[in-house]
């Protein structure tokens, strides 16, 4: 079981940077590949990025590529999520997600077992 809480939202101009941050509970977090996930009002969760386990594979959506950028610590069971250049289209709730790391199906989010609670990202012109 994990449980996974994130944090670091609000409220920020065009431009500016976010640093979201999601902690882990559970002994085998350095067995999870860990995502993020974006859903804006009246649209489908999408995804954003993934880190594998060891963290030497990442993969950025296109739409975050060169502005985001995802780390994890495993001795502290954190991954973070630092934000640059956003801009209004990246307002959403942005949501911390676990799954065994097989080494494939990273971009599905039926594929993660576990969620956070989500944590609001707005992005004001």
């Known amino acids: 079981q994990v449980q996974l809480v994130e944090s670091g939202g609000g409220l920020v101009q065009a431009g500016g940077s976010l640093r979201l941050s999601c902690a882990a509970s559970?002994?085998?977090?350095?067995?999870?590949?860990m995502g993020w996930f974006r859903q804006a009002p009246g649209k489908e969760r999408e995804f954003v990025v993934v880190i594998s386990w060891r963290g030497d594979r990442k993969y950025y959506a296109d739409s975050v590529k060169g502005r985001f950028s995802i780390t994890r610590d495993n001795a502290k069971n954190t991954v973070d999520l630092q934000m640059n250049s956003l801009k209004p289209e990246d307002t959403a709730v942005y949501y911390c997600a676990a799954k065994i790391d097989t080494g494939s199906s990273y971009y599905a989010s039926l594929r993660y077992d576990y969620w956070g609670q989500g944590t609001q990202v707005t992005v004001s012109s």
């Open positions: 559970g002994r085998t977090f350095s067995s999870y590949a």
